[in-house]
């Protein structure tokens, strides 16, 4: 399996610019997971999914922030304005079960100019 | 969810082994305890995960006291790839506790030198 897929890797953006970022999950795990990392604030956890429903958004930090999952292999998280403040690396993680054995992609490293 | 307190930052020697400890004094009977690596610019990485007395895998080994208020991770002999920032989490497995998620705190910085 080749894992946990997120992209872009990289984004540059102006603000107030509409972002989008990709995860596909691997096959066959239930739990999806959006984190945001920066140095401040270190790993938070934005949203999580299971069987594509959205279960915990408390992490959003606001209305600018929306998270989707269509189906099983495809997840975004979408920034609209996009704010300098959201610069960060996204991470995506899926899982068999809710708190085992996470798999994170690489991240999309979010830089708002 | 129990929170965790853990050294920010740890050095050590190439060939040593390394113990990091993590407090969790309010740990739930249903928490599990697990830990994550994440080398820089990638994402956490599992390690191990146990409930108590001692798990051990290719990778590290995990020790929890009968009173499970804190665990050690153990990495034997380490090299300088080890060098990572390590996270210990406590949290329910979702067959127990319905609703439970794993909550990164500052983990612990560890330095390997040569």
């Known amino acids: 399996d080749a894992g946990v897929i997120q992209s872009p890797r990289h984004e540059v953006t102006e603000m107030g610019q509409e972002v989008t970022l990709r995860c596909k999950p691997i096959s066959g795990h239930d739990y999806l997971f959006w984190y945001r990392q920066t140095m401040m604030r270190g790993l938070e956890l934005l949203i999580y999914?299971?069987?594509?429903?959205?279960?915990?958004d408390s992490g959003m930090p606001e209305d600018r922030f929306s998270a989707k999952m269509p189906n099983a292999s495809f997840s975004t998280l979408k920034i609209q304005p996009s704010e300098p403040r959201d610069s960060a690396v996204y991470f995506c993680?899926?899982?068999?079960?809710?708190?085992?054995?996470?798999?994170f992609g690489s991240g999309t490293r979010l830089t708002v100019v | 969810l129990a929170k965790t307190t853990q050294p920010i930052s740890m050095d050590s020697y190439e060939g040593q082994e390394v113990n990091i400890t993590c407090s969790h004094n309010n740990i739930a009977t249903n928490d599990y305890i697990t830990w994550y690596q994440q080398f820089p610019s990638q994402g956490p990485r599992f390690i191990i995960q146990g409930y108590k007395t001692k798990v051990t895998n290719e990778v590290a080994s995990l020790f929890i006291p009968a009173d499970r208020k804190s665990s050690t991770l153990s990495l034997p002999r380490v090299s300088l790839s080890d060098t990572a920032v390590y996270y210990c989490l406590v949290g329910g497995l979702a067959l127990y506790n319905q609703g439970g998620k794993l909550i990164f705190g500052q983990g612990t910085e560890l330095s390997v030198k040569p």
């Open positions: 999914f299971n069987n594509n429903v959205p279960i915990d």
């Open positions: 993680a899926s899982s068999l079960r809710e708190n085992y054995g996470y798999t």
